[in-house]
């Protein structure tokens, strides 16, 4: 079922200990099948060197594993909410990466400080919002889904590919599996960017609109003319 999806989900994994994202099993996976409505997702604390096609989990839209002889990642709920919000969303990872993770824990959103941040995100990373105490005691990996969505009301959800979790750490979001590790990997960057940034400078302020118009605009949208047509 889904082979060739499995597959790069399995890659996709394996990418998140290469580009240094991850250290042990810090962070998953998903794609979804838009067709069948089904989700594969990395199977819970199994080590990237371990994963193989053949370990990838697949669940239903509710969360019941459909094949696979491992438990699906514990922040299956959470993916699956994004998916069943979004539907321009194929693929999600979610890792615990240092430098973005640090703003979560800081409870702070990252600001837009230069080009490289507005090459891919359309403005402020968002954090979100702190869940409460009965979001966490009841349904709290489903919550945490509720949690970004609600960040994303007034967000275009594929202009900003990426949140911070307050307390928790960052999701990344794509078209594809693949697509969602560059972005996590680029969220990352820019994180530790703004990071020196602000060690350089505490009295930094934002780029200036024109810039993140035209940076953003020029890699997407009708009018984008960078790379190769």
């Known amino acids: 079922m889904l082979e060739a999806l499995k597959k790069e989900v399995c890659e996709a994994n394996k990418q998140l200990p ?33 994963l193989t096609p053949d370990k990838m989990v697949v669940v239903d839209m509710e ?11 514990s922040d299956t ?15 999600i990872v979610h890792t615990h990466s240092a430098w973005a993770t640090s703003w979560a ?10 080009t490289t941040h507005a090459d891919y995100f359309y403005g402020d ?25 609600e960040t994303f009301a007034k967000r275009d959800v594929m202009a900003v590919p990426g949140v911070l979790c307050q307390n928790h750490g960052p999701f990344t979001w794509g078209t594809t599996p693949k697509e969602a590790v560059h972005n996590a990997v680029v969220l990352e960057e820019v994180a530790k960017m703004a990071t020196r940034t602000e060690a350089i400078n505490n009295n930094v302020m934002p780029a200036p ?14 009018n984008a003319y960078y790379g190769q047509r």
């Not at 969360?63 to 990642?73: A, D, I, K, R, V």
């Not at 824990?105 to 230069?114: E, F, K, L, T």
């Not at 609109?209 to 009708?222: C, F, P, T, V």
């Open 125 to 149: 990373i968002p954090c979100a919002r702190a869940l409460t105490k009965e979001e966490i005691d009841t349904d709290y990996e489903k919550n945490t889904g509720k949690v970004i969505i």
């Open 77 to 91: 709920a959470t993916h699956l909410e994004l998916y069943k919000q979004f539907a321009d969303i194929g693929g």
């Open 18 to 50: 290469e580009f240094g994202l991850v250290v042990f099993t810090w962070g998953n996976v998903s794609g979804i099948d838009r067709k069948s409505g089904y989700m594969v997702i990395k199977p819970s604390g199994v080590t990237y060197e371990e």
């Open 209 to 222: 609109s024109a810039i993140i118009e035209k940076h953003y605009h020029r890699k997407h949208g009708a």
């Open 105 to 114: 824990q800081a409870c702070r959103s990252i600001p837009c400080y230069g």
């Open 63 to 73: 969360g019941n594993c459909l094949e696979g002889g491992y438990l699906p990642s």
